[in-house]
């Protein structure tokens, strides 16, 4: 099984002049990463979207980006990130990209690969940081606990884990050691996919690993320097492969657009 991961695509209807990200074209760039995934050969099973879908969770932006990956010829699948909104997240991808239960989160199961898709809803409303709530965590403990020999993979937006990136730090992931006790409990979970942090960055994490996509937009300098500032780089806009075999487990690959 060929899992794609994109993150971080910020897309927006207008773009932003002066402010972050910058004078970053993303809908173009989400255009750019559309057409090299449809040209990968073998081509993916699924395209993982881990958050951050637009930047500012307009109703607009999201029926934008919902035009760029119309021609996206494989199954894609969504979850929110800080900058999302989920009330309209949920209404444009509802019907293709996240088919959520009703009720506040958008947590949910796909069943169709060999590899279990578990999809974390870990927004914190009004905060850059993210949150795993009681709620969140049970409804992922029920959901492992339905196929505990099932193959997995977690897709959230925050990573559960210090980067060393000041900016980033400053509101890590609470719920993390909740989240851990449950891993732990779940040897099944090969890998926690996330997005945020604009970087491939990656760490053991209860008994697995868990891992963060570079920006499918634009990325953060590589600085980690104690109390800086994050800053826009011109590195190129990139994905992931995460490729999934009987006996190996998962291997991942990091591609440019």
Do not use: K
Not at 16 to 26: C, M
Not at 38 to 48: I, Q, W
Not at 63 to 74: E, M, S, Y
């Amino acid at each position: 099984m060929l899992i794609a991961q994109i993150s971080d695509v910020h897309v927006r209807g207008e773009r932003a002049d002066g402010t972050w990200p910058g004078n970053t074209d993303t809908p173009a760039a989400m255009a750019r990463c559309v057409a090299r995934l449809n040209g990968l050969a073998p081509r993916p099973d699924v395209v993982l979207v881990t958050g951050d879908l637009v930047h500012g969770g307009q109703a607009a932006d999201y029926a934008l980006l919902l035009d760029l990956l119309t021609p996206l010829d494989i199954p894609f699948f969504v979850v929110p990130g800080n900058h999302d909104d989920r009330a309209n997240l949920r209404a444009a991808f509802r019907e293709r990209g996240c088919p959520a239960a009703a009720g506040h989160f958008l947590n949910y199961v796909i069943e169709d690969f060999p590899v279990r898709l578990v999809a974390l809803d870990t927004q914190n409303t009004g905060h850059e940081g993210g949150r795993l709530c009681e709620e969140r965590l049970a409804w992922l403990e029920t959901c492992l606990n339905e196929r505990p020999d099932q193959p997995t993979v977690v897709f959230m937006h925050h990573p559960p884990f210090l980067t060393g990136l000041a900016g980033f730090d400053r509101e890590p992931l609470q719920g993390a050691d909740g989240l851990a006790d449950i891993i732990r409990r779940h040897p099944s979970v090969e890998r926690i996919l996330c997005g945020h942090l604009h970087r491939p960055v990656q760490g053991r994490f209860a008994g697995t690993l868990a891992s963060s996509a570079p920006s499918s937009a634009f990325q953060v300098a590589l600085d980690l320097t104690e109390g800086v500032p994050l800053r826009v780089v011109p590195d190129p806009a990139a994905f992931q492969l995460h490729r999934w075999q009987p006996g190996t487990g998962i291997i991942s690959h990091t591609g440019y657009v």
